[in-house]
T-cell receptor, first 113, second 113 residues
Framework: KAGVTQTPRYLIKTRGQQVTLSCSPI?????VSWYQQTPGQGLQFLFE???????NKGNFPGRFSGRQFSNSRSEMNVSTLELGDSALYLC????????????FGDGTRLSIL | GESVGLHLPTLSVQEGDNSIINCAYS??????FIWYKQESGKGPQFIID?????DKRQGQRVTVLLNKTVKHLSLQIAATQPGDSAVYFC????????????FGKGTMLLVSP
């Protein structure tokens, strides 16, 4: 069974630009969650999508948004990029019942210049 | 200025030793806990999980202990190997029915041959 796939693996952007990251979940998984990982803040929850609906949201500004498609694939968008947005963005998928493990991709490393 | 990175606690052991990694969680309402292993350049990898109605669960070479009275989790790794060197995170699911994980700060495990 293929794991969670995130593309691209690396991105370099400049301040003020926007970026879209993609995540393909494990086949059969309907929940996709996004996390931001930085040396300063560790792993922080961004949002979760389940059946094309945002089901939960973390404490991030509105510049961070996402969506989920009918095939459960998800995209995350960050607009008006700031230097502090440099991070590893991780996507995780699960069946979405809450009491089962989430399985992570290897992330997209976003660097803002 | 530049943010200071997290100073990860580090556990250094010799190959063949048993390792114990500890984690304190904050929400007494959390009902599901997971341990993840993260190697450099990769996403977190699921190791073992435990529900709040259990106090111990064993896997292959790993055991998780849960003490709800003091809100403490531990991960025991038997016969630690160099390949176990990584950062280990505990995570709790605080939102019943949702796939929303809150992660601990992590512990770096270094295994010497």
């Amino acid at each position: 069974k293929a794991g969670v796939t995130q593309t691209p693996r690396y991105l370099i952007k400049t301040r003020g630009q926007q970026v879209t990251l993609s995540c393909s979940p494990i086949s059969g998984h309907r929940s996709v969650s996004w996390y931001q990982q930085t040396p300063g803040q560790g792993l922080q929850f961004l949002f979760e999508y389940f059946s094309e609906t945002q089901r939960n949201k973390g404490n991030f500004p509105g510049r961070f948004s996402g969506r989920q498609f009918s095939n459960s694939r998800s995209e995350m968008n960050v607009s008006t990029l700031e230097l502090g947005d440099s991070a590893l963005y991780l996507c995780a998928s699960s069946l979405g019942q809450g009491i089962e493990p989430q399985h992570f991709g290897d992330g997209t490393r976003l660097s803002i210049l | 200025g530049e943010s200071v990175g997290l100073h990860l606690p580090t556990l250094s052991v010799q190959e063949g030793d048993n390792s114990i990694i500890n984690c304190a969680y904050s929400n007494s309402a959390s009902d599901y806990f997971i341990w993840y292993k993260q190697e450099s350049g990769k996403g977190p990898q699921f190791i073992i999980d435990i529900r709040s109605n259990m106090d111990k669960r064993q896997g292959q070479r790993v055991t998780v202990l849960l003490n709800k009275t003091v809100k403490h989790l531990s991960l025991q790794i038997a016969a630690t190997q160099p390949g176990d060197s990584a950062v280990y995170f505990c995570a709790e699911n605080r939102a019943a029915g949702y796939s929303t994980l809150t992660f601990g700060k992590g512990t770096m495990l270094l295994v010497s041959p």
